[in-house]
Nanobody
Framework: QVQLVESGGGLAQPGGSLRLSCAAS????????MGWYRQAPGKDRELVAR???????NYGDSVKGRFTISRDSAKNTVYLQMDSLKSEDTAVYYC???????????WGQGTQVTVSS
């Protein structure tokens, strides 16, 4: 089992920035990918960004060019740098990990991001 702890959410103004962190612990061997999904009220959960064990990254269309995912392997931590924030980025952001041949998924508890003036 992988435990994921998110931090860094909060309130930002439109055009501002926030950085989310996700620290992994527990059975972290063979993690294939980590990343972030988000869910706004009344909407489906959507992919924000992911990074694979090989360093490849993917982004949701709505955040391309504004958000950057990175990792610190020594700290088992993934970061999401969010710039040029928009009101539509308001959501609960969930960190996830996918590991092993069975591609087992684990989720963090979620962190609220609110973009408002």
């Amino acid at each position: 089992q992988v435990q994921l702890v998110e931090s860094g959410g909060g309130l930002a103004q439109p055009g501002g920035s926030l950085r989310l962190s996700c620290a992994a612990s527990g059975s972290i061997a063979s993690i294939n990918a980590m990343g972030w999904y988000r869910q706004a009220p009344g909407k489906d959960r959507e992919l924000v960004a992911r990074i694979t064990s090989g360093g490849s990254t993917n982004y949701g269309d709505s955040v391309k060019g504004r958000f950057t995912i990175s990792r610190d392997s020594a700290k088992n931590t993934v970061y999401l740098q969010m710039d040029s924030l928009k009101s539509e980025d308001t959501a609960v952001y969930y960190c996830y990990s996918r590991k092993g041949l069975a591609n087992t998924w684990n989720w963090g508890q979620g962190t609220q991001v609110t973009v408002s003036s």
